[in-house]
């Protein structure tokens, strides 16, 4: 299963990848210079001067070989991060969004909401946002557009395992489902979503720490490939 697996990812990067024109320049040329090269080698009892023309033509491709070499895994490159940062920056604002609702939740006056009903559907909403984010990190390996696993990144990048943290909201999820808020405080609801709102801020933190990182590696590649 696990073969079958990194098969099937093998085949997700080829398939992103191979749309690439740096790739088939690359390998247009690089089956020019092979050509350029075996035609070099029987010529060379037969007819020297071909084979010296033949020789020079392979020398040329082969500095063009490098040269898209090179480029495409500029190219590559600067693809994987423009992608990091696109889903990043909607992480980002899946964070702030949460962040949002819960500063709302906590310092709403009395009047915010009409209703008990009101105040505990909002209560709900908060707690579905705030699980939102990790779902969309741990549902990101099945986008065949990303060049990358946002759960392994996230865990790796964030020290952030989307999966158990969405173990942990579940059981946030059972408290919300037995809370009555006509009798619960502001700061009963603080101490629910504690650990949530923690993990979420220090999340966005290193986000936006990461997105800084990102466009400035964006720009060097721009750069380095102009």
């Not at 962040?99 to 909002?122: G, W």
């Not at 979503?193 to 923690?198: A, G, N, V």
């Not at 590696?217 to 102009?226: D, F, L, P, T």
Request: glycine share 4%.
């Amino acid at each position: 299963m696990n073969g079958k697996l990194k098969l099937k990812r093998v085949c997700k990067k080829i398939k992103l990848y191979i749309v690439f024109p740096h790739i088939w320049v690359l390998f247009l040329v690089a089956i020019l210079a092979l050509i350029m090269c075996l035609l070099s080698v029987v010529y060379i009892e037969i007819n020297t001067f071909l084979s010296s023309i033949f020789a020079n033509i392979f020398a040329g491709l082969l500095t063009g070989v490098i040269i898209c070499f090179i480029t495409t895994i500029k190219s590559i490159s600067l693809y994987r991060t423009e992608s990091k940062v696109r889903w990043l920056e909607n992480l980002h604002k899946e964070c702030l969004k949460f962040i949002s609702m819960h500063h709302k939740l906590l310092f709403s006056k009395e009047d915010e909401f009409a209703d008990d009903e009101s105040y505990y559907n909002y209560i709900y909403d908060t707690l579905c946002c705030g699980n939102d984010i990790s779902q969309t990190i741990s549902q990101g390996c099945f986008e065949e557009a990303l060049p990358f696993n946002p759960y392994k990144y996230c865990k790796k990048k964030f020290s952030f395992d989307a999966v158990e943290v969405m173990n942990g909201n579940e059981l946030l999820r059972e408290e919300i489902i037995k809370l009555d808020v006509s009798t619960s405080s502001k700061t009963d609801i603080r101490e629910l979503f504690k650990t949530m709102d923690s993990q979420i801020i220090i999340l966005n933190r290193k986000i936006m720490k990461e997105l800084e990182l990102l466009q400035v590696k964006k720009k060097v590649i721009n750069i380095s490939i102009g």
